[in-house]
């Protein structure tokens, strides 16, 4: 779908901007090309360190099974000196925070290694950034139409194109982190691990938003707390990702009585 | 670190801190340095309940109030945050006193000076 409609929108530029159009659109594409090599050639920083087998073994071997069973080669682990726990992947390469260390254990770190394993797995790290650059893209394109060309009907399709990119884009994203999930699950010796996981790092993400909000007297650990939601999400909540994953261990556990 | 606050109505290092940073920092004072995850082990005995997220923000959270400093340790078992004091509790609580009276002393100072003066008697 996306892919359709970046194909309309380059349609419509060529169409009401002929030569000039075509000019315009490799232009662009050439321009973000060299943003995103510069972009992937500087994403490591001082902060991240690669991962070596003696630093942890038990998470080398762990990472290193999941990506046997997934069938890729064994990704680079980076430490990220961050004491907020954040995990992401890029390539072929995993970044875990110093912070994830401090809040979930080692089968729980196994659970978001395996999550990040999933977007390498499924090609994610490398659809993720065409996906964000053909935002721009298709800014770029809209903005250019709007700019040029005199005409209210290609110029309301353009933004209406860049506006449905916009809202397809979000949908991927999610779905894209939801069969993250289901990789991971299939990776993990211990499933649960990951939803575990997600309910601290959802628990430690409504806790630091609370403490930051108030003077902090005292913390209710057991507290309830609503998860705020909004329409330009690109990752589903803690929440809708833990009910997904429920349902997909109990189908499996289901499906194994059947056999 | 400056006190901002003093609870009339706590008592010891409640009075200027939150009392779950309070216990955190007393435990600090005893041990010098220590992970999260000791500190977590540590405040584990008397809230079962606790969770290590509540701990390592906690220890951020002063961190950002001057109290801790966080550094990365390498070692066996790879990379990890230990936590240190930056300063000891008898230099900590002569600069509540310290902040708390000059501030009577800018609001009220003629009272202070009496009271002060009747104290020294």
Redesign the interface.
């Known amino acids: 779908m996306l892919r359709l409609i970046i194909l309309a929108q380059i349609l419509i530029t060529i169409l009401y901007l002929g030569k000039f159009g075509l000019v315009v659109v490799f232009g662009s594409a050439s321009m973000l090309l060299l943003m995103y090599l510069w972009v992937t050639r500087h994403s490591l920083k001082r902060e991240h ?1 690669k ?1 070596e087998w003696e ?2 073994p038990w ?1 080398y071997d762990g990472i290193a099974r999941m990506a046997n069973k997934a069938g890729i080669g064994m990704p680079y682990v980076y ?1 990220l ?1 961050d ?1 907020i726990p954040n995990a992401y992947s890029f390539g072929n390469s995993i970044v875990l925070s ?2 994830l ?4 254990d080692r089968e729980q770190i196994l659970g978001v290694a395996a999550h990040e394993i999933g977007h390498i797995k499924n090609g994610d790290t490398l659809i993720f950034p065409i996906i964000a650059y053909g935002r721009y893209f298709m800014l770029f394109l809209a903005g250019a139409i709007s700019l040029i060309v005199h005409n209210t009907i290609a110029v309301l399709a353009s933004l209406g194109l860049y506006m449905l990119y916009e809202i397809e884009r979000l949908k991927f994203l999610k779905e894209r982190e939801f069969k993250a999930d289901e990789t991971a699950l299939y990776l993990l010796d211990r499933p649960f691990s990951l939803k575990e996981a997600l309910e ?1 790092l959802k ?2 993400e409504d ?2 938003v609370n ?1 930051r909000a108030s ?5 209710e ?2 507290i309830e707390r609503k998860q705020k939601k909004s329409f330009m999400d690109t990752h589903p909540s803690y929440d809708e990702r833990i009910w997904r994953i429920l349902a997909e261990i109990e189908g499996a556990m289901f499906r194994d009585t059947l056999k | 670190m400056e006190p901002h606050e003093f609870k009339l109505n706590e008592e010891g290092l409640r009075a200027v801190l939150p009392p779950l940073e309070a216990e955190i920092m007393e435990y600090m004072w005893k041990v010098k340095i220590a992970t999260a995850g000791e500190v977590y082990e540590h405040m584990k005995e008397k809230h079962p309940e606790m969770r290590r997220s509540t701990v390592s923000i906690l220890m951020n959270r002063l961190c950002e109030r001057g109290l801790l400093k966080r550094s990365v340790e390498t070692g066996r078992g790879g990379m990890r945050y230990v936590y240190s004091i930056t300063t000891t509790r008898e230099e900590f609580e002569k600069r509540i006193v310290e902040t708390i009276l000059n501030a009577l002393m800018n609001n009220f100072k003629e009272a202070t000076f009496a009271y002060l003066s009747k104290i020294k008697k």
């Open positions: 360190s991962l630093d942890m998470l430490i000196d004491y110093l912070g260390f401090e809040v979930l601290e628990y430690y806790l630091r403490v003077a902090l007297p005292g913390i650990p057991n």
